[in-house]
């Protein structure tokens, strides 16, 4: 069962708590990040990395296509397919090997350059930017209804 909630955001302090509350809420899975050209995917990544406990610097992967990170014992896996121009491209880069790890947390912004090589969203996250240049509306899918209902509070 699908459950969703929509939220504003003001600020990027209110990104910052949204994606606390992500990172308490979601440890593995398949997320996909889905808005345009600086809606504030990789922002949100960023913030919810280190909600994980990430100490480092969060680089957007754009050029790489992933940026492996293990936190705390958790293997996560930040994928931005922009640049793809066919799916296929996925199995040239090893999709398969970063795919079979277990327990891992993967995030994937533009999946749907990705078509049938990337699995299935868990969780989608939809950005998209308001007429206030901060602001931001953003749509939740989810396989969790705990997780809707705690982003609520928002």
């Given at each position: 069962m699908q459950y969703s909630c929509k939220l504003s955001l003001s600020n990027e302090q209110d990104t910052q708590k949204m994606a606390a509350i992500l990172a308490q809420s979601i440890a593995k899975g398949?997320?996909?990040?889905?808005?345009d050209l600086g809606a504030g995917k990789t922002t949100l990544t960023r913030y919810w990395?280190?909600?994980?406990?990430?100490?480092?610097?969060v680089k957007s992967p754009t050029y790489t296509l992933v940026e492996?990170?293990?936190?705390?014992?958790?293997?996560?896996?930040?994928?931005?397919?922009?640049?793809l121009n066919d799916p296929y491209e996925m199995e040239l880069m090893g999709i398969r090997d970063y795919l079979d790890v277990p327990n891992a947390l993967f995030l994937f912004e533009w999946p749907s350059k990705g078509g049938?090589?990337?699995?299935?969203?868990?969780?989608i996250i939809e950005i998209l930017k308001t007429e206030d240049e901060m602001g931001r509306e953003v749509q939740i899918s989810s396989i969790s209804e705990d997780l809707i209902s705690a982003l609520k509070v928002l």
């Open positions: 398949v997320i996909y990040l889905i808005g990395l280190q909600g994980l406990g990430h100490k480092g610097t492996p990170y293990n936190i705390q014992g958790t293997d996560v896996f930040h994928f931005d397919l922009y640049r049938d090589e990337i699995p299935q969203a868990d969780h």
